[in-house]
């Protein structure tokens, strides 16, 4: 009987392609491996040729993609790995289970490096919550990042949330981790000889996941129920062992190579081992611990959670076992590294599965979708908008801050512990994420951030600006980027339009990279976001991961000042395309996008780590989603203080004071600094923009803030 | 022999069962406006070895009193019957 | 022995352990063990001690309760008995009551949302070993995260607790006002920590020991350890 490819997800050419490179046909377990292997979600065959684009190499970076985490350099001989992983379509149907096995999947990548996770941020983008099932998913969600995170005992410091219709029924999860690890200590999966065992340890094999990675490269059913037994179910509590288990096995150095089971479980890590150590490896089918009967391809395949995958040499196996034991995990020897190259699976002492390690993980053909650039261009040939009196001006202020996509988010972060490990110094609710490391006495600084609107208007302005998003919070607190994770969310490639769109949010995310020597260490490619009831807008997510460049303290973006100068650093006017003034406001107005500029960008970056530097300025705060006076209006609420401001020093049109884009901040400078703080921005547009007051923010005395907002309200934290 | 206890643990009158109330009011919620009252518990089976069925109640009982119920805040019931895969 | 000796009690899930390790060690300087829960005996010269947060088991069946059955529980109760100090923060206290060293139960949060934040708690006594170096009334500012704080027994019983003045701590807002309006969690009177009769053994759920630090947001929880220290070498003569 010949084997269906098309049902295993291969297209007619990959399979030709398969029998080409194996001079026969494949087995039926083979062809089940490699429908998956061989998937968008496990082969980035849609994207690999433009991921390549992307600067990888810096001062910094110790590890570069290609392995389970980018590791970048803190000094003294230590280092943060570290990774953002989308959990999409899990999320969409089954929005706890999605969320939570997210997270753990991506806590075992940073562990694989033989790092101790330390922290963790989520990315969420979420449907409109008047809809009820996209509320639903959204409570889901939250609950089971909460559920997971909480319970493994590592703090959730950061994320970013956001809502638009888009993503009523594909929400976003795009889970990060941060691992601390000694450089010297660092877990490869290149080192693994033959000889050495395989051995797993963790949960016992079930049918959780079996073709998941498949499910994540197609677009929803329309019944989603029918997607359902797909979904993998977590347990933290095992993975709290895991980590803890894995950690004292790699600090006796019994291990030689060390990979998690993610996609594709078994067959994932080990054919990948093999492949990038230039060895074999052979699997027992019989050897691995189940939880009911399974087919061959279904163990291989089958994605049950918290699992590791070991090499070690023999001689370590009592040892590797006994730590086991205390730690309460099954584990087992399932395998062999050996000399011949190829991945093989037997069962019942009959080989099932034989082909060249290579292929699994890395011989699916490269797809080339065909672009084409959507008709009508980049939208938007706005015309200036006029002035805005102050009662207009504080009527589309408070509606602005009513907008979830603005509003406070203590509601969502106060149910993830964000403090274990009493290790977090700027927690959730600010413009920048730090914790201590007590090993070298740093500081590391870790910001998300994702735009659709941007990316939609202009997706190559956009992503860019997306990614500066993420840089610019972390230089005004006084941090030098050190490298770069992302996650592309993105529906179908295969539309012209959409592959456009993506390839230009590429190119965006590569020109900032390339500009401000920000490399990209690790991330993860999430297409087919779409079901029968629309896509998502392009989403590119960006982490930047940086280090505190100085002795002085971080710089808050909130202070409890009793006198000072409120001060506006960058372009008077900002722009409005693709933001919040723009998209609430005044919906199907057109607006300009903005314009990328690196050396603005560079300038504001020096100048921004020099003020905190030279402690000049007691509080700043890039301007960001809704402008000058929504950063404004955060300071005021948060440090309970007021500002005056004088609408001499600024123009009072929308573009002034709600436009986006470009290198903008303000900041609270007391009295006494203002000399200093100047001569920090002095060839940088710079202007005293108001003063320090008892309360409320003004404009010309016109109150911009309803009393209840700010009044006697303690800085959240 | 083998035998099957099945164990309900629910919340002690008295105390209270803030899930249930959240069901309670889901479920009005949704149209069930004839729902009076949602206690939210636990089901518990043990398959165990012992040769007769008093035997085998005596013993779920004492693992209910040992570990598997809280009788501060926790009622149970227990049934026993022998068991056939 | 010089100071006091602290075992903290490590359960498979336990996640506070190496926190009250750096905190008791920035607050007093002195040494801590981690005990794993499968010895059957403390370290000797053990004068404290803790069992920490986390999520033993999972939480599974009852939170705390599989942790109550750990072969080390056993060394504890008898460390309790000779009437040096255990302390229990949040799971911790959570396998206090499981063992019946402390009264009652904790119940989920009535808002049935897990909840990490700051909140206040007033001192009730000073004189317990945990306590000397604060005063009565005095109001400090500590983090909680749990889902299960909300204290239980029935009324009679919770009655003869207040009148026994075991409440320890309770929730409060920034200057000392109690009531359910400062309480996060639904706890009755806003107990948030109570102490046994005998005035060896607290259990609290908010986290003394992510408040040693004011770079952390709040340094209150410091002279909890330090009162503790001074009290074990109080007893010890030094």
Known sequence: MRPDHRAAGLSDAEYGEIVRTLGREPEHAELMILGVMWSEHCSYKSTRRLLSSLPTSGEAVVQGPGENAGIVDIGEGWGIAFKVESHNHPSAVAPYQGAATGVGGIIRDVLAMGARPVALLDGLCLGGQSCPEAAALADGIVKGIAGYGNAVGVPTIGGKTLYDGCYNSNPLVNAMCLGLVPLDGIVSSRTARPGQLAVLIGSRTGRDGIAGAAFASSGLADDTRSSRPQVQIGDPFVEKLLVECCLEIHSKGLIVAMQDMGAAGITSSSSEIAAKSGTGIRINADLVPLREEMEPWEIALSESQERMLLIAEEEALEEIGSIADRWQLDWAVIGEVTDDGLFVMTKGGREVVSLPAEMVGGGCPSVQWPSRKPSGGVKGRGVPSGLLDPPETARCLSTILEDPNLAERSRIYRQYDYMVQTNTVVPPGNSVSIFRVRENRSFVAVTMEVDPWKCSLDPFAGAAETFLKALRPLWVSGAKHLGMTNCLNFPSPEDPENHWILERSVSGLAAVARDLACPVVSGNVSLYNESPSGKILPSPLVAVVGLQDCNSPPLRDRATLEAGSVFLVGDTQGTLGGGAFSRIITPGAEHNPGDYVPLKEKDFMERALKTVRKEAAAAGRAIAGGGLMTSLAKMCITANIGIGLDSAVLDTDPECLFGEWGPRAVYLVPERSTELFLSCWEGFPARRIGEITPGGLTLDGHEMLPEETWAGKAGRE | ?85 | MEAMKTSVIVFPGSNCDRDVMHAISASTGTVTDLVWHEHTTLPRDTGLVVLPGGFSYGDYLRCGAIAAKSPIIDAVIKHASSGLPVLGICNGFQVLTEIGLLPGALLANTSLDFICDFCHVRVEREDTPFTGHYRKGEVLRIPIAHYEGRFYLPEEQLRALEEEGLVVFRYCSPEGVTGEDFTPNGSPNGIAGIINRKGNVLGMMPHPERATESLLGSSDGAPLWASVNSWIRGRLGV
């Open chain 2, 1 to 85: 022999m083998t035998f099957l206890a099945r164990i309900l643990v629910f919340p002690r009158e008295g105390v209270l069962d803030t899930q249930g109330k959240a069901v309670e009011k889901s479920l009005n919620r949704i149209g069930f406006g004839s729902v009076r009252e949602v206690r939210v518990g636990k089901y518990i089976q043990v398959l165990l070895e012992a040769d007769t069925e008093a035997d085998a109640a005596a013993a779920a009982g004492s693992m209910c009193g040992e570990l598997l119920v809280n009788d501060l805040i926790e009622d149970h019931t227990v049934q026993v019957e022998p068991w056939k895969p």
